[in-house]
């Protein structure tokens, strides 16, 4: 049972295992596939999503196994919330890495996924899987450039 705004004035680390699958708000946008310069300074999102993601469902169909199956799926820990620069800005992770509120969308906050996924903050409905886009394509599908400058 989780406790009501568990996730105010709490450090990162301080979270349980519980809570902070909780703070996930199942957006899919660690989920796009991304292209990454070799130095690391730009990277690349795509509309193109992971093989495993159920983009009408808007979730991961092997969650359980998800790093097992796709060594390069992001999975998110207080470490990384507070360094990798291009997390998705909207990360919950990431927002209570820089000390900033979630937002009145976020399903813990909104109560459901619903204003997410109507104020088009998911992936829900907008990709296209990766199974049908072959590498040598995926460049004339880049959606946003995050760059370290
Ligand atoms: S971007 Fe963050 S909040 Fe969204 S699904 Fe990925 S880990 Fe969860
Ligand atoms: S394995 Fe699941 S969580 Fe990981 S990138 Fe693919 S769909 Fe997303």
């Known amino acids: 049972m989780l406790?009501?705004?568990?996730?105010?004035?709490?450090?990162?680390?301080a979270f349980t295992h519980e809570e902070w699958e909780a703070l996930c708000d199942g957006c899919g946008?660690?989920?796009l596939i991304k292209i990454m310069d070799e130095g690391g300074e730009e990277v690349f999102y795509t509309d193109v999503v992971c093989r495993y993601h159920d983009s009408q469902e808007c979730r991961c169909t092997v969650?359980?196994?998800?790093?097992?199956?796709?060594?390069?799926?992001?999975?998110?820990?207080?470490?990384?919330?507070?360094?990798?620069?291009?997390?998705?800005e909207?990360?919950?992770?990431?927002?209570?890495?820089?000390g900033k509120p979630l937002p009145a969308w976020h399903p813990l906050v909104a109560g459901s996924?619903?204003?997410?996924?109507?104020?088009?903050?998911?992936?829900?409905?907008?990709?296209?899987?990766?199974?049908r886009i072959p590498e040598s394509r995926l460049e004339e599908h880049i959606i946003f450039i995050w760059n370290e400058a």
């Open 3 to 13: 406790e009501k705004e568990f996730w105010k004035n709490k450090s990162l680390d």
């Open 29 to 31: 946008l660690c989920c």
């Open 63 to 88: 969650y359980g196994e998800r790093t097992k199956l796709v060594p390069t799926c992001l999975v998110v820990t207080p470490d990384i919330a507070d360094s990798v620069e291009w997390i998705p």
């Open 90 to 98: 909207t990360c919950a992770y990431r927002l209570l890495a820089e």
């Open 113 to 131: 996924t619903e204003l997410m996924h109507s104020r088009g903050n998911s992936v829900k409905g907008r990709v296209i899987s990766e199974v």
